[in-house]
């Protein structure tokens, strides 16, 4: 019997020889691997779809070993992560030839566009905001980083992060503690202080 | 799912309230959590403090919408021509060192029998062709040489 899962059909379809079903697949996961990447590394968006690119052509690469007991989510973005790891390993190699996020130049997402109406002061304070959200995320390690992620945006279980990370589900459980406090002392650390001054209660972003 | 023990102190129950916002807690811990977070200031202040971290993710960014679909196909196709180039390039390389094999053995024979050495070289020229019009001289030159090395063998 098919399996109902339909990234399974186009999986058994690409390892079947249909080449259409890259293209499928391709359609279906590239906004989530293209953000999960550009949020990632904190890299501008050409460099994203060129790891996310790479990604899909290991898919197609790989196309014969997808086991079908496995989740293809958990399965992608093992692969996108490993692509991730090892471009930063290189960018690191050859530190000039990355700009990331020097002044602004080189941020993944185009700013906030601000309305001809808006509030500039408003728009100053979340773009300050934004800048803190993505500095924040950067200097998480890297597996705090993955584990936060794919929570967040992928909506993935502890079992499921387990299973792109390599580990246990109670190592996941304390990688996103840790990531959660460190992204909370990084983005509202001056806000708590400032609020405690107040007396406020001091969790308001 | 974890299975865990939740009593009602908060040096224990801080740690469990990411699992437990992330409903990863198990059916019954879970209820002795949301009864003791309605009684206590402290823990729900730090399940806010989830939710604030998650809400500021957000900004983490939207990507303009692009579409990889046809620069992956075309990669992937590129791919696929150079791995069956490979495959033919390695089966000539078969071909070619069994055919000297036997050019070799005809040779040691003397000009009395005419072994295969035709059918090589019509399989090298097929090969030959199949790389067509890449300019490089390798297996061109190579089944050139095999060719007049036949029929020098059959002279």
Same mark, same amino acid.
């Given at each position: 019997?098919?399996?109902?899962?339909?990234?399974?059909?186009?999986? #058994?379809?690409?390892?079947?020889?249909?080449?259409?079903?890259?293209?499928?697949?391709?359609?279906?996961?590239?906004?989530?691997?293209?953000?999960?990447? %550009?949020?990632?590394?904190?890299?501008?968006?050409?460099?994203?779809?060129?790891?996310?690119?790479?990604?899909?052509? +290991?898919?197609?690469?790989?196309?014969?070993?997808?086991?079908?007991?496995?989740?293809? =989510?958990?399965? /992608? &973005?093992?692969?996108?992560?490993?692509?991730?790891?090892?471009?930063?390993?290189?960018?690191?190699?050859?530190?000039?030839?990355? *700009?990331?996020?020097?002044?602004?130049?080189?941020?993944?997402? *185009?700013?906030?566009?601000?309305?001809?109406? #808006?509030?500039?002061?408003?728009?100053?304070?979340? =773009?300050?905001?934004?800048? !803190?959200?993505?500095?924040?995320?950067?200097?998480?390690?890297?597996?705090?980083?993955? %584990?936060?992620?794919?929570?967040?945006?992928?909506?993935?279980?502890?079992?499921?992060?387990?299973?792109?990370?390599?580990?246990?589900?109670?190592?996941?459980?304390?990688?996103?503690?840790?990531?959660?406090?460190?992204?909370?002392?990084?983005? &509202?650390?001056?806000? +708590?202080?400032?609020?405690?001054? !107040?007396?406020? =209660?001091?969790?308001?972003? | 799912?974890?299975?865990?023990?939740?009593?009602?102190?908060?040096?224990?129950?801080? *740690? /469990?309230?990411?699992?437990?916002?992330?409903?990863?807690?198990?059916?019954?811990?879970?209820?002795?959590?949301?009864?003791?977070?309605?009684?206590?200031?402290?823990?729900? @202040?730090?399940?806010?403090?989830?939710?604030?971290?998650?809400? %500021?993710?957000?900004?983490?960014?939207?990507?303009?919408?692009?579409?990889?679909? *046809?620069?992956?196909?075309?990669?992937?196709?590129?791919?696929?021509?150079?791995?069956?180039?490979?495959?033919?390039?390695?089966?000539?390389?078969? /071909?070619?060192?069994?055919?000297?094999?036997?050019?070799?053995?005809?040779?040691?024979?003397?000009?009395?029998?005419?072994?295969?050495?035709?059918?090589?070289?019509?399989? /090298?020229?097929?090969?030959?062709?199949?790389?067509?019009?890449?300019?490089?001289?390798?297996?061109?030159?190579?089944?050139?040489?095999?060719? @007049?090395?036949?029929?020098?063998?059959? +002279?």
């Amino acid at each position: 019997m098919p399996s109902p899962d339909p990234d399974h059909q186009l999986m #058994a379809r690409l390892a079947g020889g249909d080449d259409s079903a890259l293209a499928e697949l391709v359609a279906r996961w590239q906004r989530p691997v293209l953000a999960h990447v %550009a949020r990632f590394l904190g890299c501008p968006p050409e460099e994203a779809q060129d790891i996310a690119q790479e990604a899909f052509l +290991r898919v197609w690469r790989e196309r014969r070993r997808f086991e079908p007991r496995a989740a293809f =989510s958990t399965w /992608l &973005f093992a692969i996108v992560l490993n692509l991730c790891r090892n471009r930063r390993r290189s960018a690191q190699r050859r530190p000039v030839l990355v *700009p990331i996020g020097v002044d602004g130049a080189g941020e993944p997402f *185009p700013a906030i566009e601000a309305g001809a109406d #808006a509030d500039p002061l408003a728009c100053a304070r979340a =773009s300050e905001l934004e800048g !803190k959200v993505r500095r924040a995320l950067r200097s998480l390690p890297e597996s705090q980083r993955a %584990a936060v992620l794919l929570r967040r945006f992928e909506g993935m279980s502890y079992r499921e992060i387990a299973t792109v990370l390599g580990s246990s589900e109670g190592a996941v459980e304390s990688l996103l503690v840790r990531a959660r406090r460190a992204l909370a002392a990084a983005i &509202f650390g001056d806000d +708590r202080s400032r609020a405690q001054e !107040k007396g406020g =209660s001091g969790v308001e972003p | 799912m974890l299975n865990r023990d939740v009593g009602n102190d908060c040096d224990r129950i801080a *740690p /469990l309230l990411g699992a437990w916002y992330d409903g990863e807690l198990g059916a019954e811990p879970a209820a002795g959590l949301d009864a003791h977070l309605a009684s206590c200031p402290g823990c729900a @202040a730090h399940v806010a403090e989830l939710e604030a971290v998650d809400g %500021a993710l957000a900004l983490a960014g939207e990507l303009p919408e692009v579409d990889l679909g *046809p620069a992956v196909m075309t990669a992937m196709r590129r791919e696929r021509r150079r791995v069956a180039a490979w495959r033919l390039a390695a089966a000539a390389a078969v /071909l070619m060192a069994s055919g000297l094999g036997l050019l070799a053995g005809s040779l040691a024979l003397g000009p009395g029998r005419e072994p295969q050495t035709p059918v090589l070289v019509a399989t /090298l020229d097929s090969v030959t062709e199949a790389f067509a019009p890449a300019p490089t001289g390798g297996l061109s030159a190579l089944s050139g040489d095999l060719a @007049a090395a036949g029929r020098g063998g059959r +002279r």
